[in-house]
């Protein structure tokens, strides 16, 4: 007889054992790893003006593939995503005092990046629909201290590029497109991360693919491809050798991805579209089972667009079915469902925002003669997303379990059980 008394009420769960961990690496990841252990040439990197400034063998392959996967014409692999997005505003020739417009929905490297140059993060709301930034409220915040938009393409949207792109040339602003969640989905068939002036992905563990750390720059500009790379690998040291002019924000940094990883990366780039098919079928599945269970808005997918789905992130009508977000969330945990998360980002209301404090105790960058005035990070400015944060999106983290079809047919159980029991929870 099955039991449909709720388990965070005594009754028995619906998933006993935990799903197993999402693992995108097998033997040929290891096979590729051990040839360059053996080889004993971990990094080939030289930081001066020197034949090995642009790595070894495996870095260049790996960029080679990648070029030709996202059909760009530059590709720069670096240790990190947030090295990669710490190069891409260098790259761009942020001033102390410019201003950037990053969505407040997103990782906190995408404003520390800004930050890190002396310049200012202006944060923009995103859409109730795609959670993506809302480009109405990147026009409200151009100001004449603008220099760039950042359009990140949160949980495997991706952003409404098109319109992006009008505004920023309207403006003459640049567009960093931040595809760290997103590698593989497509806007009007061409990738995502590929339409900004400068874009990339993020290679980290809990990625559709990863390298344990790392992350992929990508431009079509010849100029901004070669700051890139001056960025990466402590480029005041090679600018005289290369006969650069131009040395704005070529400082000494290490950013450099090893021969070990980009080995992997390889082999991990081979298996992107199969990840994210599966992904894709995934969140088909629990779409088709969950449409109907009442206030529940399940994710959309826009015309011409593709979702390759880092999360599958819901918004629950909390008045319509008279129970509260952190009520289900509890539910469905105690039905044995991990990775469920409540919200997702405020980035305006962190403290280094609210006290402006990031150099010193003084209340640089903000405070400098360069920096406008009256930035306003005060709670408010993002209705959607302090509203969506607050009260209504949940999400089940995709790249955190295998899910085969048991555990799927499991996961949609546990969701319809709670929500035939909603009147238990009031």
Not at 98 to 118: F, G, K, R
Request: proline share 3%.
């Amino acid at each position: 007889m099955i039991d449909n008394k709720l388990a965070i009420h005594g009754g028995d769960k619906i998933i006993k054992n935990p799903f197993i961990k999402y693992n995108s690496l097998g033997s040929e990841e290891v096979e590729a790893a051990k040839k360059v252990v053996e080889s004993g040439v971990l990094s080939q990197f030289i930081g001066a003006d020197d034949r090995d400034f642009l790595g070894g063998e495996k870095v260049k392959e790996f960029e080679e593939l990648c070029k030709n996967y996202f059909n760009v014409k530059h590709v720069i692999s670096v240790n990190s995503w947030t090295s990669g997005l710490i190069a891409a505003v260098g790259a761009i020739g942020i001033e102390p005092g410019d201003e950037v417009i990053v969505p407040t929905w997103t990782m906190c490297a995408c404003p520390t990046s800004i930050i890190h140059w002396n310049a200012i993060p202006v944060f923009a709301d995103i859409e109730s629909e795609t959670f993506n930034i809302d480009p109405d409220s990147i026009i409200k915040n151009i100001t004449h201290k603008t220099k760039a938009i950042m359009a990140v393409d949160i949980f495997g949207h991706p952003s409404n590029m098109n319109v992006i792109r009008e505004i920023a040339d309207k403006h003459n602003l640049k567009v960093i497109s931040d595809a760290a969640q997103s590698p593989g989905s497509k806007y009007f068939n061409s990738y995502t991360g590929t339409l900004g002036d400068i874009g990339g992905y993020s290679l980290n563990y809990h990625k559709h693919i990863h390298t344990g750390e790392g992350g992929i720059l990508v431009t079509n500009d010849d100029l901004l491809a070669e700051k890139l790379r001056l960025i990466r690998n402590h480029g005041e040291a090679a600018v005289k050798g290369y006969n650069i002019k131009n040395i704005e924000n070529i400082i000494g940094y290490n950013f450099r991805l090893g021969e070990i990883e980009c080995a992997i990366g390889i082999e991990q780039l081979k298996k992107l579209k199969d990840l994210v098919d599966s992904r894709i079928k995934i969140a088909n599945t629990i779409t088709s089972e969950l449409n109907y269970l009442d206030g529940l808005q399940l994710p959309i997918v826009k015309e011409n667009c593709t979702h390759v789905y880092y999360s599958y992130s819901m918004k629950i009508n909390t008045t319509e079915i008279g129970v509260e977000r952190s009520q289900i969330a509890n539910a469905l945990a105690a039905e044995g469902l991990e990775g469920v998360a409540e919200g997702y980002a405020n980035l305006h209301l962190l403290p280094m925002y609210q006290k402006k404090i990031a150099y010193g105790s003084s209340g640089f960058p903000w405070n400098s003669e360069y920096a406008r005035k009256n930035i306003n990070y005060n709670k408010g400015i993002c209705p959607v997303a302090e509203n969506l944060h607050d009260n209504s999106l949940l999400s089940i983290e995709m790249c955190m379990h295998q899910l085969h079809d048991h555990d799927l047919e499991l996961l949609i159980k546990a969701f319809k059980k709670v929500w035939n029991n909603l009147d238990k929870l009031k």
